[in-house]
């Protein structure tokens, strides 16, 4: 291959790609509706001339043919007078009209069929726009509908999607938190509320104990009352317990005041 066809080729396949690129299908669309209905008014101009030449041809024609009809009688009438010569040249008159008919029908005739043919080939072309108009308004349609999905698949993309689905993660992390401190605090409080019933409890043994001790102290158990004593040492004892007492009421305002 020489240098000039392929210089040829490169320039030809950058134009075809320059054209292509700067295409509109919607413009495109709208000239190719509008070159058909110019074509269309060029033809119905072709079938109105072809109609007026066969008007013409055939108003021709029948002129020709009242001509004959014209000089046969002129013939008839020179005979019928006795005037050969006079036929005779009627009779030439209605040759030469004959043969002007005959072409005259021979021109009709092709001139019927001519406008037969472009009559049949306007109503095509009437259908064939009208098919390309509808077709038009369906490409347009289609064609909005692909630009506004090509306009949300670029606005889909141009979306911050990852930050978005972070700024989401955090929020949720947020979210366990809270909730997980809100457990933890219930917990505690029913926590603290056992240790209190614990400490009653606990305090209630060291009733019992304490009890227990003062029964070992009176020298009676701690299910049975003490008896009174005459003697010196029961006195002596019941004092003791007394104070002890008095320590643990105060003992125990102590308490129930903290």
Known sequence: MGLFDRIKRVVSANLNDLVSKAEDPEKMLEQAVVEMQEDLVQL?????????????????????????????????????????????????????????????????????????????????????ISEAKTKKEMLKARITAAKAQEQLQG??????????????????????????????????????????????????DVDDELAALKASLSGTSPNQQALPQQTTASKSNNNNNEVVDAELDSLRKELDKM
Not at 61 to 79: F, G, P, V
Not at 165 to 170: G, K, L, Q, Y
Request: proline fraction near 0%.
């Open 44 to 128: 119905r101009q072709g079938v109105a001339q072809a109609i007026a030449a066969q008007k013409r041809t055939e108003k021709q024609y029948n002129d020709a043919q009242n001509e004959i009809n014209k000089w046969q009688r002129n013939a008839q009438l020179a005979l019928q007078k006795g005037d050969e010569n006079l036929a005779r040249q009627a009779l030439e008159r209605k040759k030469t009209f004959t043969d002007t008919s005959n072409a005259l029908k021979a021109s009709l005739d092709q001139q019927t069929a001519q406008v037969e043919t472009l009559k049949r080939n306007l109503i095509q072309l009437e259908s064939k």
């Open 155 to 204: 606005m889909v993309r141009g979306m911050n999607t990852s930050s978005a689905t972070a700024a989401f993660e955090r929020m949720e992390e947020k979210v366990l938190m809270q909730e997980a401190r809100a457990q933890s605090a219930g917990e505690l409080a029913g926590a603290d509320l056992e240790s209190q019933f614990a400490a009653l409890e606990g305090s209630s």
